[in-house]
């Protein structure tokens, strides 16, 4: 197989990607990701996911790999982003926000294909039902320290996870990267991938 690389410094993709049996290097890319107004929150993780891979491309220049991969997670309350918290008031806010009510968790996944130098660049998204989080629940989160530099400031794979009554749609497109979609996109874009059929 082919290496792909991964722009991105997520500790879960990089974990999916092991899992995977992908061969890949690591070369997280730096942009600005401030949200912009007028842009959906699809749309926005859609810029976000493909201007990683061009500026892993950018920075590779002269030196094109075949594959490159980066993706954008990230939670939407009624179409407002909610930011990963900077502080710890920053995260309590966001959890009252989600207590109780359901949010979506849109991930956008970008494909580089050297052999066609196209960027194929999907989204899945996910619905996600919070309970309700009373005020010592909600603080003994926040002491875990699980809430930082996570998307919506919580992980659903961690301790968060206890506070889901269900979802509709993909788990590990929750956890950053869903594994259906971007196996469909590295078949469909002529990744040999052990000659699996879809």
Not at 86 to 109: F, M, N
Request: aromatic share 10%; glycine share 8%; with cysteine.
């Amino acid at each position: 197989m082919e290496p792909i690389v991964l722009a991105s410094c997520s500790r879960r993709r990089q974990d999916y990607f092991k899992m995977l049996g992908l061969p890949h290097k690591i070369l997280p890319a730096n942009i600005d990701e401030t949200v912009e107004d007028g842009l959906s929150p699809e749309d926005f993780a859609k810029k976000m996911a493909v201007a990683k891979v061009e500026k892993v491309l950018y920075d590779l220049s002269g030196k094109i790999p075949q594959w490159v991969f980066g993706a954008d997670t990230l939670i939407a309350l009624d179409d407002i982003v909610l930011n990963k918290s900077k502080s710890r008031e920053e995260a309590r806010q966001s959890l009252k926000k989600l207590s109780g009510r359901s949010h979506k968790v849109i991930t956008a996944c970008a494909l580089f294909c050297g052999k066609t130098k196209n960027i194929d660049c999907r989204i899945a998204t996910t619905i996600v039902h919070f309970a309700e989080l009373d005020s010592e629940i909600l603080e003994w989160y926040l002491n875990t320290g699980e809430w930082q530099g996570a998307a919506g400031s919580y992980q659903i794979q961690g301790l968060a996870g206890c506070f889901i009554n269900r979802i509709e749609g993909s788990f590990s497109g929750v956890v950053g990267l869903p594994l259906r979609l971007f196996y469909l996109m590295l078949l469909e874009n002529g990744y040999d991938y052990g000659n699996y059929v879809i």
